[in-house]
């Protein structure tokens, strides 16, 4: 092997040959080969000269790589991850990390007794616009955070539904979409504690919900609401503001307000509004546009590989672990439990 470290990419569909683009653009890493049994990808691996296997049992047979990047369908991704566990591998694992809570949790736990790295592909937290607000937040600027508000409104179109599984529970906007939306609330405003939360599929009239909204409680005492929606024509979603990929439109709004004792913040403008003097509704009050640290201003999907390249060399813990992951998905879970019985959900995290 030369000094760089060789990722295999497990999965090169979609987002799997996103991930591929993104290894071209870091120095240190390069795509070992493409795991992924169509021939589609097998054309793929040939097309751009890379080593292709079928399988990971394949792969680990007869190749070495110091890291796997998974991103298989959800159903595999336990199974998958447990292999690469067992052969001792950090394995970043596209999200959700698994199907469900009890499947993530035997991932969780199996990869801290062997001790090998798992992180979760949530890369929205690897965004330099994410790493301002956080620090913001974590050195005050806010104040204390009392509420937070999140629009995830867009249309999907019709032919999108063509297929079969997008129509069925669990391929909805709640699993698919907001999953990366509370992922990043709990990693800018902490612990969530209760969710309360209504679906609807009038629209559409599939089985699978349409739209959805979402009351949060925070373990800090700050609450959230989070109204989500394939149906709605509208620009405001991480989606369509956060210029993340190229394949969606870009608008100019904001998608996030998180509301603080001291000032508030929109996302992604990353705009700051604070009263000039006296806090009160009858002082003026100024929105103030906050640079992104030079340093941050990378793809994410590129930070999020230099990230696992840093945690594979042992110099990092992961930003996004298999924690995190495990602890968002639960979110996640308990919005759908809260949604079907009409009753508050209380976790204990
Ligand atoms: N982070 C993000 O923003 C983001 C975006 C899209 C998808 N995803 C996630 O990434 C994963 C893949 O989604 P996608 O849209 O790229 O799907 P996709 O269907 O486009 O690609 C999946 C690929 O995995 C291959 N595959 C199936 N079983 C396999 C196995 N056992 N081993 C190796 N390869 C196998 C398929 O042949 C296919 O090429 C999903 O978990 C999804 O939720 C994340």
Known sequence: MNDKLHIAIAGAGLIGRRHIEA?????????ACIVDPSQDAQGYAKQIDIPWFPSLTEMFTRSEVHGVILATPNQVHVENALECIAHRCPVLVEKPIASNVADAEILVQAAQTAGVPLLTGHHRRHNGLIKKAKRLIE????GSIVSVQGTCWFHKPDDYFDVDWRREPGAGPVFINLIHDIDLLRHLCGDIVSIQALESSAVRGYSVEDTAAVLLRFRNGALGTINISDTVVAPWSW???ASENPAYPETSESCYMIGGTRASLSLPHLTLWQHEGQRSWWSPISGTKIAV??????????????????VIRGEQPPLVSGEDGLETLRIIEAVKQAALSGETVKLET
Do not use: N, S, Y
Request: proline content about 6%.
């Open 239 to 241: 989606e369509l503001t």
């Open 139 to 142: 050195d005050g600027t806010l």
């Open 293 to 310: 640290d030079p340093d941050d201003k990378v793809d994410p999907l590129i930070a999020q590989i230099q990230q696992f390249a840093a």
């Open 23 to 31: 290894i071209d653009g870091v120095e240190a890493v390069m795509v």
